[in-house]
């Protein structure tokens, strides 16, 4: 099972880094690193993860994880990479996004007539590819699965795992990356948060991206 | 700010991902990947991330993020990254890890006489460092904060975020990267786990590390 995450310039980290960590632990599978060039590709801040393979050395995977990021506005101008998701989803078993990664899927017609989610603050954007917007976490149509911002991925990839390899397989591996999140605060979702922090978090400093 | 994450070889990704998706978000940070050497360095399953710097270049970081991996057992054994771990907590402000990230610290004997936690599956060996092992998902002694596997180093950067910047800077961190985990089984530590799950996550196949 051959499993793509295609980069591009200022994608965010644990958009992708989620998914990956889950997903290369189900048998036999094989996660490839891939980009319009294979080399390395800088995050929303800096840090680098390297594509190892070309779009055109991947060209029909059996599952797809789009990440989103500050950089998908210039992504979704780049038709090579929208082409690659729109060719790979043709044959791909399983097409999925997480963040922003679902306006990539959108760009690539793949989200027409579905119900679909991204980060929150873009989910008025989906409407413009055909989509229904829907305020989920993880949601499934069929074998296009999107999840919501950054660290949705997470939720997402446990569910495909359990959709590939069974319930089981997905629990241990929740154990293996012990998955039992306590996060400090119940602010992560704009239905919880209070409105100063509503605001903070839309307001371009202290907490860009 | 200075935050430094180390990197050595089979690190694994989502232990030094997930802190720096919270913490670069911080007001006034800079996040500097480091290694002996200032190159890719891969985790448990090929994806490589790059260390921009050696870790010569930051000698006295404010904060340090260990992250754990498949490799510990041989990073245990590099002294030039264990004498740093040693050196840069002599001056940090905040010393912490993530997952075996932990062995680390206890081999730069930065938790003698703590109560300290990792991965469920190395949780006794914190004792062979003088500390205290509990099985909590986040531990903070003085400037020292430990955290358990894998995806724990989100919750734990988020108590950090909060320690450094206030509770709102951090809420609103959560909400951007909209941290409202909704994992679709409980199975992500021993005491929630079956039997048979923590049977299978124990055995080498098939999910490794």
Redesign the interface.
């Known amino acids: 099972m051959e499993i793509a995450i295609p980069l591009y310039d200022r994608f965010?980290?644990?958009d992708a880094?989620?998914p990956?960590?889950v997903l290369?632990?189900?048998?036999g599978a094989t996660?490839r690193?891939v980009g319009v060039q294979a080399r390395?590709y800088a995050t929303?801040?800096?840090?680098?993860?390297?594509a190892?393979a070309t779009l055109d050395d991947v060209p029909a995977p059996d599952v797809i994880v789009v990440p989103g990021g500050t950089g998908t506005r210039d992504a979704l101008g780049d038709e090579r990479l929208v082409e690659w998701i729109r060719a790979a989803d043709a044959t791909s078993t399983w097409t999925t996004s997480v963040?922003t990664g679902a306006l990539l899927l959108g760009a690539a017609g793949v989200l027409d007539g579905l119900r679909a989610t991204t980060?929150?603050a873009y989910i008025d954007a989906l409407s413009d590819y055909g989509a229904e917007p829907a305020s989920e976490?993880?949601v499934r149509q069929g074998k296009v699965i999107t999840s919501?911002?950054?660290?949705?991925g997470?939720?997402m990839a446990?569910?495909l795992a359990?959709e590939i390899?069974g319930?089981?397989?997905?629990?241990?591996?929740?154990?293996?990356?012990?998955?039992?999140?306590?996060?400090?605060?119940d602010?992560?979702?704009?239905a919880?948060?209070?409105e100063?922090?509503?605001e903070?978090?839309r307001s371009p400093?202290?907490?860009?991206?």
């Open positions: 965010t980290a644990l880094v989620g990956y960590e290369w632990r189900l048998p996660v690193w390395p929303d801040r800096g840090l680098k993860l390297v190892e963040c980060h929150w976490r993880v919501a911002g950054v660290s949705s997470i939720d446990l569910t359990a390899a319930d089981d397989i997905a629990q241990a591996i929740q154990l293996r990356i012990e998955y039992d999140p306590a996060p400090p605060f602010s992560g979702s704009v919880k948060a209070p100063r922090i509503r903070l978090a400093s202290p907490t860009p991206a």
